[in-house]
């Protein structure tokens, strides 16, 4: 049996990771929380292009799109250019074909057992039919949850390919400028660039033309998320040196030296 290579073990764990969490980020996302509740702070209550009250109120995914342009710099440093337009634009064909998976499978007729199929005979009878009464229409639910609108897949797909392209010029750019050193420059201002425009062209491509939403709360609600995407792109910096650390650890300072080499030469 051949031996996989040290740089092909990485770039399959990375992009693997990379993939999946795209993929995760998406369906997680119809879900909208509130991070002042979950913290347990009074909410912001900010007022921003004359749009009162607007507070942390992000969906579920954005938890994880910080995450997402971490690893972007990652593969950057050590595949390139052409690793990360390979890896997004498969991400973005994989999280089609799941849509379309989702969609096919919400046009199914349910089993008439399915909706109280998670419910133990051998309780009382009384949680029963709390549960029950809790499940309600279980095929809708599940039709609400993962059907989301069209505009919006449309929109965080273009959102994320324009941020990965943008994210990878910055990041060559600053590295062309600071040499090997400063990855925290690099890796921290590619991200708050490409998520500036990631948090904008999502809102305005799902809800200003997808939702007749007006311009103002468009850019209003893009401001609330920008605060949260850029503080997080700051905080996760220590995260980047260190995977680093773990991943130069693993492939050897030889060998991490010459893919750092190749990757910039062929990002040139």
Do not use: C
């Not at 710099?73 to 337009?85: A, L, P, Q, S, T």
């Not at 039919?129 to 919006?152: M, P």
């Not at 062309?176 to 990855?183: A, H, L, P, Q, S």
């Amino acid at each position: 049996m051949r031996t996989f290579k040290k740089q092909h073990i990485l770039f399959l764990a990375l992009g693997a990771y990379f993939v999946a969490n795209a993929i995760i980020a998406e369906f997680i996302g119809v879900k909208i929380f509130s991070l002042e509740k979950t913290l347990g702070i009074p909410p912001l209550d900010l007022t921003i292009f004359n749009q009162p009250n607007l507070s942390l109120n992000l969906t579920v995914g954005v938890l994880l799109w910080p995450l997402e342009f971490v690893l972007t710099d990652v593969i950057n440093e050590y595949f390139g250019k052409k690793g990360v337009k390979f890896l997004s634009y498969l991400a973005v064909v994989l999280i089609l074909y799941a849509f379309v998976v989702v969609f096919w499978g919400m046009k199914l007729d349910p089993a008439d057992f399915w909706p109280q199929s998670h419910i133990n005979p051998n309780w009382p009878v009384e949680r029963q039919e709390q549960e029950l009464a809790l499940v309600g229409n279980y095929n809708a639910a599940y039709r609400l949850v993962f059907g989301q609108g069209l505009w919006i897949i449309i929109g965080s797909v273009v959102a994320f390919l324009l941020g990965q392209v943008v994210d990878v010029f910055i990041f060559h750019k600053i590295k062309t400028w600071t040499g090997r050193g400063m990855v925290w420059l690099r890796a921290t201002g590619s991200t708050l660039v490409s998520q500036l425009l990631d948090s904008f062209v999502v809102l305005f491509i799902a809800f200003y033309i997808g939702a007749d939403w007006s311009l103002t709360l468009v850019l209003a609600i893009g401001v609330v998320n920008y605060i949260y995407k850029g503080s997080m792109a700051i905080l996760l910096t220590p995260l980047i040196y260190a995977m680093h650390y773990v991943i130069d650890t693993f492939l050897g300072p030889e060998l991490a030296d010459k893919m750092k080499r190749e990757a910039q030469n062929s990002s040139a």
